[in-house]
């Protein structure tokens, strides 16, 4: 894939930054985000920030390739630590697990100061990221799941505000924008994770049953009966 195959992944991920914004986009890569939404003409300038040398360099040489080194500043460090305060309005963060993605905000919350919109595109996980943005004062604005590759993706976009109440444990599992609209890839999706953790809780049910063996059966099974109501 190149810059100009962008994913569908990165499709809808792109489709969230507000026309002129400011973004960084951490994890970046092979920099084919920022520099599809620079060349589209939605964000104004771009920080690519990479915490490995590898993807540090390969984000450096697409950049350079598609000549865009004077809008997006290909930056090596460790999540929003890249990033000035008020330097950026918008994060993206996409392509990793939901704990890290979470991980990394929490890390790095005295940067978001200036920012207004948060991107988040969890591979797995999702429920850890609307934790950490109902926890700080963040909430959802939309989501979107679809699938690619035989794989399922979420994208989360959010924006500051306080909820009139908080997200309850079927939306901060499923999330409250694709529980009401229940598309394919969510059923695909969900139906999919239901046989995993039923094949957990048949290999749990031969183990000893230790207090956490019994914690982590009455959690999934919670989980189970959130998805099967959510999916009748
Ligand atoms: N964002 C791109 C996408 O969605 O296609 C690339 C995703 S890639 C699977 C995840 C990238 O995140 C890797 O290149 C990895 O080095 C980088 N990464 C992981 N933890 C990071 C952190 N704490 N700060 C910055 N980059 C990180």
Known sequence: MNENQ???RLHYVASYIKKGMKIADIGSDHAYLPCYAIKQGTASFAVAGEIAEGPFQSAKEQVEKVQLGHLIDVRKGDGLEVIGPN???CIVIAGMGGPLIAQILENGKEKLDGVSRLVLQPNIGAAHIRRWLLENGWKL??????EED????E????????????YNSDELLLGPFLLKKKNEAFQKKWLSELRVWQNILNSMDKATDRPETEKKRQELLKKIAIVKEALK
């Open 141 to 146: 604005i939309d989501e979107h799941i679809l």
């Open 155 to 166: 994208v989360l976009a959010a924006e500051k505000g306080v909820l009139s109440r908080p």
């Open 6 to 8: 962008l994913s569908k």
């Open 150 to 153: 035989d794989k399922t993706y």
């Open 87 to 89: 330097e950026v309005d």
